[in-house]
């Protein structure tokens, strides 16, 4: 069931249940001290013109509630541009147990700064209750760096890079049953720290020639991870594939709009079909957009009566 609703999402937040929600994105104003209008009456847009105290008593109330809403393994993602991440950091910090930042390269450059860097980087803050939240892996463009550099290895199926199938010693396993040995071609292979996976998915791999046997017989055994196969590169914390609205193809609605794409990642990457995800500040709306796309559930809140009428628009289209 999907929920749209005017309103300050300070009070919003305080109607939704305890550990109701899997995905929580988060873009506030910036506190960038100017105030955004797409339109020239002024109504498309909003305030963004704060000193820090009220800066603060306008986000901290969100993440504390966001916390509760969230559940047990479910993300908040703070978005926030580079220059002011000081106070979200802090804050996210003071509420959450793990924190990871995502690095998103939102333009290429900027040609009318004369006075100072160019600003081309925003951090979404990826934080969570619990040391590992829910995490599906997604996936980046190969690069060229990436792409030439680990595909080196060939064989009849074509150029393949190597993937780990053994444990190091900073991550070695307790489960007995990983400590096993495989014997080719006379030479055994039992590594001290143990295999990644049960001997019986390590042997339908040999059989299948999908493991790697270096030329020296005690060296570690890799599994072939082949370019043709591959869904890209497992995904970093820097994300430089993914175009603003001013230089993609979507057309802007609201000012500092984001691309559906951004959403549908992190939206992929940390909830399943039929999670619900929310957005207290949507703006045009685009978390509900993504969210519906992926087939998952969407809460939005926005303060702007003229946001949430977009809002509607934009998720009531079909996908
Ligand atoms: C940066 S915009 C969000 C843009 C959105 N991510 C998109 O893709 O269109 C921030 C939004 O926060 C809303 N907002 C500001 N204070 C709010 C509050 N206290 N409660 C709910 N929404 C608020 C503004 O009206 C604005 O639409």
Redesign the pocket.
């Known amino acids: 069931m999907d929920i749209i609703k005017c309103?300050?999402?300070?009070k919003?937040l305080k109607e939704l249940e305890d550990r109701s929600v899997q995905c929580v994105?988060l873009?506030?104003?910036?506190n960038s001290n100017r105030n955004y209008v797409l339109t020239p009456d002024n109504k498309l847009g909003?305030k963004d013109k704060f000193d820090d105290d009220e800066y603060i008593s306008?986000i901290e109330p969100?993440i504390r509630e966001i916390k509760r809403v969230l559940k047990d393994d479910g993300s908040l993602f703070f978005?926030i541009s580079a220059d002011q991440m000081f106070i979200p950091h802090l804050l996210c910090k003071k509420y959450f147990k793990k924190m990871q930042p995502i690095f998103w390269q939102r333009s290429r450059s900027k040609n009318n700064t004369k006075t100072k860097l160019g600003a081309c980087t925003d951090v979404i803050f990826w934080c969570s209750k619990a040391k590992s939240p829910k995490f599906n892996m997604v996936y980046q463009p190969l690069d060229e760096y990436y792409a030439s550099n680990s595909y080196k290895n060939e064989d009849s199926r074509g150029n393949y890079a190597l993937g780990h199938v053994v444990y190091t010693a900073t991550q070695k396993t307790e489960n007995e049953e990983r400590l096993y040995e495989i014997v080719h071609n006379g030479n055994t292979y039992k590594p001290e720290n143990g295999w990644r996976m049960s001997k019986e998915d390590l042997e339908s791999m040999i059989e299948d020639d999908r493991i790697h046997f270096p030329k020296k017989p005690n060296a570690n055994l890799y599994k072939k991870i082949y370019k043709h196969e591959s869904k890209g590169k497992p995904a970093t914390d820097y994300w430089n594939d993914i175009h603003s609205i001013a230089m993609g193809a979507e057309k802007r609605k609201?000012?500092?709009?984001?691309p559906v794409t951004l959403l549908s990642r992190i939206i992929e990457m940390s909830t399943d079909e039929g999670d619900v995800v929310l957005?207290?500040?949507?703006?045009?709306?685009?978390?509900g957009v993504a969210a519906k796309k992926l087939n998952r559930s969407f809460i939005l809140?926005?303060?702007?009566p003229e946001?949430v009428k977009l809002c509607k628009e934009q998720t009531s289209k079909d996908t």
């Open positions: 309103g300050d999402s300070r919003l994105y873009d506030p104003p910036f909003f306008l969100m978005h609201y000012p500092t709009q984001k957005d207290p500040v949507a703006g045009s709306g685009t978390t809140f926005d303060i702007s946001a």
